[in-house]
């Protein structure tokens, strides 16, 4: 593998908003670090989309990323991860990280020895990684999984706490409700907007599983690991810096994504594959 500078930034892409709940937690987590977000609005959302599909676009975006100077590539979209995660490791010249091991490594601990719930898109859902993945960490363990596919474009339209939302959700976690899971994976990087719906209809003993924080630890181990990681600001003599990017509409990320960050967006540069 190519060896990046320690001073690169991290670069991680999802097909929207949703993935800047992992850049929330990778900034929290690794402040000295430079970030390079790509969203690729133009083409959300990925999880009805076919495999294929999905692979092409997250070659293409790793590639991009690549050739912009990263040292490592989060796929922070579980769609991606669980479509692409392999094709892009064994293509690209940086380690790549994806969210759904994480993810199942942190329910897995939470889990009190009850049924664990999965819901994500149709997609991640269909390619059925998450019950792989928590099966290899605890064989044994019920894991129930549910497609709701429309949490994304709710969250890409800003309808976090609306009327809307909560029906849908009611509905969807039915099965989960029925099941009597005791731990419930986010298993979309769109979803932890919606948490506080979704806490709200699966009740206070049902813990939530977000996989953002479990994907940062991540990336500092494989950073740590190959002599890459920033330890303080101005380390090199270079403060670190964000970059944010959307294939589409850059206006509307502009204006949504500080509810994913926690901090307001100053500027999204706009970048299109033909």
């Known amino acids: 593998m190519m060896q990046a500078s320690r001073g690169a930034s991290i670069g991680m892409f999802d097909s929207g908003l949703g993935g800047l709940t992992v850049a929330n937690a990778l900034m929290r987590r690794l402040p000295a670090e430079s970030l390079l977000y790509f969203g690729d609005t133009a083409r959300v959302p990925y999880g009805p989309k076919s495999p294929d ?6 070659l293409q975006i790793g590639e991009w990323l690549v050739q912009e100077g990263v040292k ?13 995660l392999d094709a892009l490791q064994s293509t690209l010249s940086v380690p790549v990280i994806g969210v759904v091991e994480p993810g199942a490594r942190a329910a897995v601990r939470a889990s009190r020895g009850g049924p664990i719930g999965v819901i994500g898109t149709s ?14 960490q605890s064989p044994d363990i019920d894991v129930r999984a549910e497609a709701c596919p ?12 609306h009327l809307s939302t909560r029906l849908i959700a009611h509905d969807y976690l039915a099965p989960m409700r029925e099941a009597r899971v005791d731990t ?32 940062a630890a991540e990336v500092e181990r494989i950073l740590a690991e190959r002599g890459l990681l920033q330890h303080t600001s101005g380390e090199h003599g270079r403060e670190p810096t964000h970059r944010f990017v959307a294939s589409d509409a850059p206006q509307h990320f502009l204006a949504l994504g500080g509810r994913f960050l926690d901090v307001p967006l100053t500027a999204v540069e706009y970048h299109v594959f033909t």
Not at 53 to 58: C, I, P, Q
Not at 123 to 135: M, N, W
């Open 72 to 84: 490592c590539v989060v796929v922070a979209c579980n769609t991606a991860t669980a479509h692409a």
């Open 123 to 136: 997609g991640t859902i269909a390619s059925g990684a998450y019950t792989r993945a928590i099966h290899r």
């Open 184 to 215: 419930l994976v986010l298993g979309c990087t769109h979803y932890p907007l919606l948490a506080p719906v979704i806490a709200a209809e699966m009740g206070p003993e049902v813990r939530l599983i977000d996989s953002a924080e479990e994907t």
């Open 150 to 161: 429309l949490f994304v474009p709710l969250v890409e339209e800003g309808w976090i706490d």
């Open 53 to 58: 599909t999905v692979r092409r676009y997250a």
